[in-house]
Nanobody, 125 residues
Framework: QAQLVESGGGLVQAGGSLRLSCVASGRTFGSRTMGWFRQAPGKGREFVSAVKGSGGSSYYADSAKGRFTISRDNVKNTVYLQMNSLKPEDTAVYYC??????????????????WGQGTQVTVSS
């Protein structure tokens, strides 16, 4: 069982920064790969970033490389997405997701078992 609660979304100006947080309930957070996905209006769900349970390996979509940083605190059961140099095209609902215990990085949203409610990120021009 895992329940994810996201926060940190909002309205920011282009070039600004935002940090998303996702707090997970449950006892197995440190054994789960965590991912961030986003979905813009009229578009499909897009992989943004993921980090393995230990925090030792992380991956980014090309659109996120150099601007976004994923991290996690396994004591606090929290995964973060630091977003810098935000662009209007980053506007989307951002979702936190968890894989099954000990499963590795995946770019496919169908591989993730648990999802947060989503948090809206809007970047103005």
């Amino acid at each position: 069982q895992a329940q994810l609660v996201e926060s940190g979304g909002g309205l920011v100006q282009a070039g600004g920064s935002l940090r998303l947080s996702c707090v997970a309930s449950g006892r197995t957070f440190g054994s789960r790969t965590m991912g961030w996905f986003r979905q813009a209006p009229g578009k499909g769900r897009e992989f943004v970033s993921a980090v393995k349970g230990s925090g030792g390996s992380s991956y980014y979509a090309d659109s996120a490389k150099g601007r976004f940083t994923i991290s996690r605190d396994n004591v606090k059961n929290t995964v973060y997405l630091q977003m810098n140099s935000l662009k209007p095209e980053d506007t989307a609902v951002y979702y936190c997701a968890a894989r099954g215990v000990y499963f590795t990085i995946s770019y496919d949203y169908n591989r993730y078992s648990y999802w947060g409610q989503g948090t809206q990120v809007t970047v103005s021009s």
